[in-house]
């Protein structure tokens, strides 16, 4: 594809969703530089790209045609650092957070600043090395790491305004991220507000959209999580539910298993039994699929502890 095909592309989309340049250029490049790139005299680099795909709510795949063999390695690492976080090898993730590093150091402002967004959010996560120990940040740390993230591409942002802003992937990650540093420091009041409002930006602003198809199952579990743990259980089925359906609509299935799990826990709460233990079941089944032992073992572990249920 063509820089001009590229730009006309983007200002195609653009309009089509009655976005301005300022408002699609926000944090990710100036609105000169976007104008050019719309007009055909730039190509934008992969990041900058991609970027930009996130905002009109296009697939990020697209960005694959402008990559070039850096653009290539970084994107391998990414995928990587976020396997091994999502897994908890953390002492491997940030090596390859190192090599990020390295690799980055080479690219344009915009690119940098881009890459260095999602460094933050995986550092929050990795943690780092104190000599030859291990150590996690605590949540205040991690917690200014990532508004630090979000202040990259969503400068000003806050939660009475994030309706304002357009949100990406990555902005919607790094938003979890902040709901469970809130949770896990005992605030569910403030994390479920979050959740509350990201889940209403995502089916306002994303709906029709490949990132709608990602962010709202994991929205949806942590907030149905917290819900229950308050006992508003039916809130918590129905914010499980819409995450459940959108798993089956979209062929997703990565957080599946733990919505099902939420359903399991409120229908005991309400004294469905029976349908408690029919979504226990099926999470068991949808984990070992998914080959996730230690998920496996949360569910058979509860379900006998529970109901004597032996699930195998």
């Known amino acids: 594809m063509q820089a001009y095909d590229i730009g006309l592309f983007i200002k195609n989309a653009r309009e089509s ?105 995986a550092k929050a996560l990795a943690g780092y090395y104190e000599g030859e120990e291990h150590k996690q940040y605590s949540l205040a740390a991690k917690r200014e790491m990532l508004l630090q993230a979000l202040e990259i591409t969503c400068p000003g942002i806050t939660l009475e305004t994030m309706k304002a802003y357009l949100l990406g992937e990555e902005e919607a990650k790094i938003i979890n991220q902040l709901a469970i540093t809130h949770s896990e420091e005992g605030n569910r009041q403030r994390a479920m507000e979050i ?37 508003r259980i039916e809130e918590a089925i129905e914010i499980a539910e819409l995450g459940r359906r959108c798993c089956i609509r979209s062929n997703k299935c990565r957080m599946l298993g733990g919505l099902l799990l939420n359903l399991a826990c409120c229908y005991h709460d309400l004294g469905d039994d029976e349908k408690s233990k029919e979504f226990l079941v099926e999470s068991y089944y949808v984990y070992k699929v998914m080959e996730k032992p230690h998920s496996c073992k949360l569910v058979k572990d509860y379900a006998w502890e529970t109901f004597q249920l032996e699930i195998d």
Not at 27 to 36: A, E, N
Not at 53 to 69: A, T
Not at 203 to 218: F, G, T, Y
């Open 195 to 231: 959740y509350r409002q990201l889940l209403k930006y995502i089916q306002s602003h994303l709906a029709c959209s490949e990132i709608n198809d990602v962010m709202l199952p994991l929205t949806a579990y942590n907030y149905s999580r917290l819900l229950g743990r308050e006992q």
């Open 17 to 121: 969703l009655g976005i301005t340049q300022n408002q699609l250029c926000l944090g990710i490049c100036d609105r000169i530089t976007l104008s050019r790139i719309e007009q055909g005299k730039q190509a934008p680099s992969n990041h900058v790209f991609g970027k930009l795909m996130e905002r009109l709510g296009l697939p990020k795949s697209r960005c694959q045609i402008l990559m070039n063999p850096q653009d290539f390695e970084i994107a391998q690492l990414q995928r990587e650092i976020t396997k091994r976080n999502i897994s908890g090898d953390y002492p491997n993730a940030l090596e390859k957070i190192a090599q990020l590093e390295q690799l980055c150091a080479g690219l344009d402002e915009p690119s940098r600043a881009l890459v260095n967004q999602y460094l933050l959010r």
